[in-house]
Antibody
């Protein structure tokens, strides 16, 4: 059974940093693109970033470029999101999602339960 | 940026009704269109991939169609457990989602 379990969310002050983790199991992690998708409270879904199987290609939504870094450790079956210079508008539930069905990894076939990040003073 | 427009933003229908949700892209995306279901307090779930592919385990009452700029998600016979918000998402370029359609049961 495919499982994705996020952790690392919490309350952080504006300008602060946080590192999210996603532990994957039930599939060959190193064979898939992986993504982060977020959802602000009461709002819709927004793709944040993704990373290729070998970690050599990474893509970001414009609003987080230069502040967030996606990475992975295939030996540990884990995905990460380092978030720096956090802003109030980054407040959201952050989901880890597996990419499948096309070469870009942009079809999200499995999702974790999400971890809440709140940026507030 | 690719804009995705869903309609309606909400609807209410009776059990057994046929429900149709539409999604329009601001430019042609071929068949790179996916549909997700999000139940209250839960993570989204993939229903339809690449316009018409039924994700494993999804009931056959869900179907998708369309290509280019106009797409449709159809629920052939609405069930109580289909109460949810439905999102379209394009995977042709940097992903973007529609604003969602909230489906309520009368």
């Amino acid at each position: 059974e495919v499982q994705l379990v996020e952790s690392g969310g919490g309350l952080v002050q504006p300008g602060g940093s946080l590192r999210l983790s996603c532990a994957a199991s039930g599939f060959t992690f190193s064979s898939y693109w992986m993504n982060w998708v977020r959802q602000a409270p009461g709002k819709g879904l927004e793709w944040v970033a993704n990373i290729k199987q070998d970690g050599r290609e990474k893509y970001y939504v414009d609003s987080v470029k230069g502040r967030f870094t996606i990475s992975r450790d295939n030996a540990k079956n884990s995905l990460y999101l380092q978030m720096n210079i956090l802003r109030a508008e980054d407040t959201a539930v952050y989901y880890c999602a597996r990419g499948n069905y096309d070469g870009s990894g942009f079809v999200f076939d499995y999702w974790g339960q999400g971890t809440l990040v709140t940026v507030s003073s | 940026d690719m804009q995705m427009t869903q309609s309606p933003s909400s609807l209410s229908a009776s059990v057994g009704d046929r429900v149709t949700i539409t999604c329009r892209a601001s430019q042609s995306i071929s068949n790179y269109l996916n549909w997700y279901q999000q139940k209250p307090g839960k993570a989204p779930k993939l229903l339809i991939y690449l316009a018409s592919g039924l994700q494993s385990g999804v009931p056959s009452r869900f179907s998708g169609s369309g290509s280019g700029t106009d797409f449709t998600l159809t629920i052939s016979s609405l069930q109580p457990e289909d109460l949810a918000t439905y999102y379209c998402q394009q995977s042709y370029s940097t992903p973007s989602f529609g604003g969602g359609t909230k489906v309520a049961i009368k």
